[in-house]
């Protein structure tokens, strides 16, 4: 049987010989930061790549139509193809840059990873199965060049690396084990060292593509930073590894990687409870310019990641988050309703950040973000909208807020407000013994404000409680 289909082969590549001269190659263009996977119309046994004159991968064994390598290239290539009949040719495969890269930071060995119900789609997975369903439907319908990488460190199932993509209307799909790329079998996501390797090995080296990286994970606002020993709720939770990482973590580790390619990520996304107030979002002012995420717990759906299509080529990054913050409200609202929701998209760079110190009042019909022990709510403390705060000049901050916001939704106990959906803590934790206090201390927002914090916003909290 074996020398039949051999035979086969045989005949089918003479006659494909005879009928055809161009090269088996299928596509000529790759898009940056998806590993090469080449295709080929009639049977190969040897490839050759190369990155200019320096022969980086070499194939030579059985007949193959795919050749599926772990190599993540960054511009045009060189490949040598042999066929059954030892004809060769060589071909250029051109380099297409993606026009958004989004890195998710699936941080899943933890109690997120459970199935559930999705009532969108009546599918009973895990939630972050049902995240990556809703990537691919979505990149399928864009008509951008859109790379996702996926980091998926997993509790019910094996750790992957997932590359999903749209080339041109041509969608990709590939997975791969954690070690093939140099990762531990076992991945060990609260660890400053493998969030920095998946942002080394996998963004796009050029610097016209847009680049965002989601924390995909549980998050309790800036609780425990100043803790060596976690609650469970850190950003970033490892249950197998009984690790978590901290806020400064995550800014230390996006400062690293910008000094050494001497640029910025545009888009920094925490699908993560409680992480949107105005100190987390000081932290991170001066390393990425689009701040997006949540004040109150984000449900175990997460984000709906259905935003990806119908995006507005003329102002892309823009038209990026605000579909990010448009899809989330449509996902809980429409399809599985909250009465508490908060997210918002922000422009860090477009707000002046020297306002804080001339905060002195706060409106008069201001309503909290509560910490009240509800399903959703507001950690690690009570938290007022920034929009509600007076300048020692009379103006409102929200003068100065809200050209900054991309978009906004803000839902509290049923009801839509105007907000900003950012917060900012309002509760006396002003205590040597409090640990909310130790940990507040321990922010850099804490740090470049203490003066105006300690005497001007400590008496505003405490007059209003």
């Known amino acids: 049987m074996r020398k039949i289909l051999i035979l086969l082969l045989i005949i089918i590549a003479i006659l494909s010989s ?59 290539i060189t490949v040598k193809i042999t066929e059954f009949n030892n004809k060769t040719y060589t071909n250029v495969i051109r380099k297409v840059e993606p026009k958004i890269h989004f890195l998710l930071y699936g941080g899943a060995d933890n109690s997120l990873d459970q199935k559930f119900d ?43 690396l997932i590359f999903i993509a749209n080339l041109n209307g041509k969608y990709m799909e590939y997975r791969y084990k954690p070690y093939e790329f140099n990762f531990d079998l076992e991945i060990t996501s609260a660890s400053t060292d493998t969030l920095f390797e998946f942002l080394d090995k996998m963004f796009v080296k050029n610097k016209n593509t847009i680049k965002v990286l989601d924390i995909w994970d549980h998050g309790n606002g800036w609780a425990w930073e100043s803790k060596g020993l976690l609650s469970t709720k850190a950003i970033v939770q490892d249950d197998t590894n009984k690790s978590y990482l901290k806020i400064k973590d995550i800014r230390d580790v ?136 007076v300048l020692n000049t009379n103006e409102y901050l929200s003068s100065y807020i809200n050209p900054a916001i991309v978009n906004a939704i803000v839902r509290i106990d049923g009801v839509n407000y105007p907000y900003s959906g950012i917060g900012i803590m309002f509760e006396d934790i002003f205590k040597d013994t409090n640990n909310n206090y130790l940990d507040y201390k321990a922010l850099s927002f804490y740090n470049d404000f203490q003066d105006w914090i300690e005497n001007i916003w400590k008496n505003i909290i405490i007059g209003n409680n």
């Open 118 to 160: 999705d009532p969108l789609t009546n599918e009973y997975d895990y939630f972050f199965d049902l995240d990556i369903i809703e990537i691919k439907n979505s990149i399928q319908k864009s008509s951008q060049n859109i790379l996702v990488t996926v980091l998926g460190d997993r509790k019910a199932k094996d750790d992957e």
């Open 18 to 76: 005879c009928i055809s001269k161009q090269s088996p190659l299928v596509i000529y263009e790759y898009i940056e930061g998806m590993p090469l996977v080449l295709e080929f119309e009639r049977p190969v046994i040897s490839v050759d790549i190369y990155e200019g004159n320096n022969l980086v991968y070499s194939y030579n064994g059985d007949i193959i139509y795919q050749l599926k390598t772990n190599y993540i290239f960054h511009t045009d």
């Open 254 to 389: 996006i400062d690293a990687y910008n000094n050494k390619y001497n640029t910025k990520i545009d888009v920094l996304a925490f699908d993560a409870c409680n992480m949107t107030s105005l100190e987390i979002m000081y932290e991170f002012k001066d390393l990425v310019d689009y701040f997006i995420g949540s004040v109150y717990t984000v449900a175990g759906f997460g984000f709906y990641y259905d935003f990806f299509h119908d995006l507005n080529e003329n102002n892309l990054v823009e038209s990026f988050v605000y579909n990010v913050i448009k899809a989330y409200n449509y996902y809980y609202t429409n399809i599985s309703y909250l009465d508490r929701l908060t997210l918002v998209g922000f422009k860090l760079n477009e707000f002046n950040w020297n306002n804080i110190e001339k905060i002195n009042d706060l409106k008069e019909d201001y309503v909290l973000y509560k910490n009240d022990g509800r399903l959703y709510e507001s950690e690690p403390t009570d938290m007022i909208d920034v929009n509600d705060l």
